[in-house]
């Protein structure tokens, strides 16, 4: 068993190649590994051969070409910045999901995916606490790991509860990682959590995310802060939770495929873009996002559903059907701003992007 006690680092001394600073890039996928059965680990490393610098809990903007079309995604980084030569994000299939489908089917060694940007505030060097609490749902492991990656490394004299639930014992992922880590850190302390067994060996716990259980599994709730990450139907279940029993603090993220709407829903028009002088076409049920896109115009994205509010613009003309998620502050919408990613138009329209 490790002992884990503070130890200073430095992200920047730790690098001795040039260092990629954030802003556009091309990686290039070095590996690809089986996580589980619908879930896969990219392995990339900058076509610059230049270290990685970003914070444990960040997200990557990725720009994917596919079929002629531009899609946005932001994935969490799974990986942790102790170890920089390379950045992994960790993505599930979805049912139905462009992207997550594109990944899991196509990208393999060699394939060069370009990229927006690494950020997030959901990090841990922003947010450090003594006591925290890990709490994640499916693959919304990967930001909650590449944290309790960088706590172990680092050996931070952190007293760590790491929860997290899944489906079955087949779709846990980094279930090993999380089991050795347990093992190896006497700070650290896992528990994992499936709605039902299969015939894979298990012995945790079996049930679903609630005050009750968490009272059991982490009776110093009180003490500490979550860091939580997950679907948004795991996210509702833990905001209750959160709402029932005392914790110090509670920070979140959560990101998922692109809101849809149905063809039929009588959205679409010709865009006009003022700051950039362009014209676009927005098909019926493509978002305004993606009209910028292939338009050649970029407005800064991240979460694709509506919570971040980095592809706030300013609708000056027209009308739009918005799905969003709480991303615009008080009063911006009255004022006129709409979120891109998740806002279809109805008729013309123009934008100040």
């Known amino acids: 068993m490790l002992v884990a006690i503070d130890s200073p680092f430095s992200l920047s001394t730790a690098n001795t ?8 890039a091309t990686l290039v996928c070095k590996a690809v590994i089986e996580e589980t059965h619908d879930c896969k680990t990219f392995v990339f490393e900058d076509s610059q051969s ?5 914070k444990p809990g960040q997200y990557v903007s990725f720009k994917f070409e596919i079929e002629g079309q531009t ?39 060699g394939t060069e995916i370009e990229i927006a940007d690494v950020s997030g505030s959901f990090n ?71 709605d039902s067994k299969d015939d894979l060996p298990f012995d945790g716990e079996t049930g679903q995310l609630s005050a009750d259980l ?18 948004e139907g795991f996210m509702k279940a833990a905001r209750t939770v959160a709402s029932e029993i005392p914790f110090a603090a509670l920070h979140e993220e959560s990101f998922g495929e692109k809101i849809t709407i ?4 009588g959205t679409g028009g010709e865009v006009f873009f003022s700051l950039s002088g362009k014209n676009g076409h927005c098909a019926e049920g493509e978002t305004l996002l993606q009209a910028a896109l292939n338009a050649g115009i970029w407005i800064d994205s991240a979460c694709q559903q509506g919570v971040c509010g980095n592809c706030k613009v300013l609708l000056s003309q027209g009308q739009v059907e918005m799905q ?30």
């Not at 299939?93 to 089917?105: A, C, E």
């Open 124 to 194: 841990w060097i922003d947010i450090p606490c003594d006591k925290p609490l890990l709490l994640s749902g499916g693959s919304g492991v990967t930001p909650v790991m590449s944290m309790l990656q960088y706590i172990t490394d680092v050996t931070l004299a952190k007293d760590v509860t790491f929860v997290h639930f899944a489906r079955s014992p087949r779709d846990i992922i980094f279930r090993d990682q999380l089991e050795f880590l347990h093992k190896r850190f006497e700070n650290v302390t896992v528990h994992l959590v499936v």
């Open 324 to 353: 969003d998620m709480g991303g615009l502050q008080p009063g911006e919408a009255e004022a006129g701003y709409v979120l891109t990613c998740c806002s279809w138009p109805k008729g013309a329209v123009a934008l100040e992007a």
């Open 50 to 54: 230049r270290s990685f610098d970003f």
């Open 17 to 24: 190649q040039p260092c990629y600073g954030g802003g556009p």
């Open 214 to 231: 968490l009272r059991r599994l982490v009776p110093d709730h009180a003490e500490r802060s979550i860091f939580m990450c997950g679907p």
């Open 71 to 109: 899609h946005v995604r932001a994935y969490s980084i799974s990986s942790t910045p102790t170890r920089p030569h390379n950045i992994q994000v960790t993505v599930k299939r979805v049912p139905g999901g462009l992207v997550s489908n594109h990944l899991n089917d196509d990208v393999q060694p």
């Open 262 to 265: 149905e063809e039929n829903s």
